[in-house]
């Protein structure tokens, strides 16, 4: 089985990460811009930042036999320092740009707050300027709200709704965003957000089409297999080989492709060669490198 990882944040995680993921069968990935536990202070911060997700994460990441794609935002946590804000909205343009960006994210809600929406609104606006992708954060409290809120915004920026993914769905969310045209993605979680057998159920009462699995892993307790176990859940509740690929490989795909940076018929393991370097840097750390 091939898998494709939607969301996760590398930069956070081990290369025995990227080694289990790619022994379990996931070949691609998207790294949305993140947070990093403390807020960042200055726009070099996050320059740093957004180079390493277009630099240095993808080349380590081909260095263990998978493709990284990232999309890069403001996420909502940090949208409330509305000063640095606006000075890294400057930025993002350019790096909207780059090889590897397929998208605009994470962005969206945490506390719901003017600072949030409005940041939200301008680069949901960026998105629809751009024609790339929008990956939609909705808030771990008051849901509900929060999602309702955003279709609303989506509607009022008037971004197709096909561009963007609405992302940490759950049981009482989806509905909501199964009346639009937005993708639904969902993060399968230990203990909070999302379960496999609470995904299978969902995927058994609403079907698979624009259905979005991803693992949110990042640098909490998390579980960068959660793609791939998923898949086993799936087949284990009765789903073929075929409904698997489809979606936790071809619908996450398909939604990044309205980028124009990313295919189905391109997404290919990619060879290993571990001599290569990155900025004279490598993964190795003076051990044998791995050449296929």
């Known amino acids: 089985m091939k898998y494709f990882d939607s969301h996760i944040h590398m930069l956070s995680r081990t290369t025995d990460d990227y080694e289990n993921m790619a022994a379990a069968g996931i070949i691609g990935l998207v790294e949305p811009a993140f947070w990093q536990g403390q807020p960042r202070t200055q726009p070099g911060t996050f320059i740093d930042y957004y180079d390493s997700l277009v630099g240095w994460e993808r080349f380590r990441a081909s260095q263990f036999g ?3 794609f990232c999309t890069i935002g403001i996420n909502p946590k940090e949208a409330n320092d509305v000063a640095l804000a606006e000075q890294v909205m400057k930025l993002l343009p350019r790096y909207l740009e780059k090889d590897g960006v397929v998208g605009v994210g994470e962005i969206g809600y945490d506390d719901i707050t003017d600072a949030e929406e409005r940041f939200f609104a301008e680069q949901l606006q960026l998105a629809k300027d751009m024609n790339l992708p929008a990956l939609v954060h909705t808030p771990h409290r008051d849901k509900v709200t929060g999602t309702q809120r955003t279709l609303a915004l989506v509607r009022e920026v008037g971004i197709p709704e096909q561009l963007v993914v609405v992302d940490h769905l759950n049981e009482q969310t989806l509905p909501l965003v199964l009346e639009t045209d937005c993708w639904r993605g969902h993060s399968v979680y230990p203990h909070t957000k999302m379960s496999e057998e609470r995904m299978v159920a969902l995927l058994k009462q609403y079907g698979t089409d624009k259905m979005i699995v991803n693992s949110a892993a990042d640098w909490g307790r998390s579980d960068p297999l959660k793609v791939p176990k998923t898949g086993a859940a799936m087949l284990a509740a009765g789903f073929s080989e075929a409904d698997v690929e489809k979606v936790l490989f071809e ?4 939604y990044y492709a309205q980028s124009g940076r990313i295919s189905l018929e391109e997404m290919t393991r990619p060879t290993i060669d ?11 750390r003076g051990q044998q490198p791995l050449v296929e």
């Not at 619908?251 to 398909?254: G, L, S, Y």
């Not at 001599?275 to 840097?281: H, K, V």
């Open 274 to 284: 571990q001599t290569q370097l990155f900025q004279q840097n490598s993964v190795l």
């Open 66 to 68: 998978i493709r990284h």
């Open 251 to 254: 619908n996450p795909i398909n």
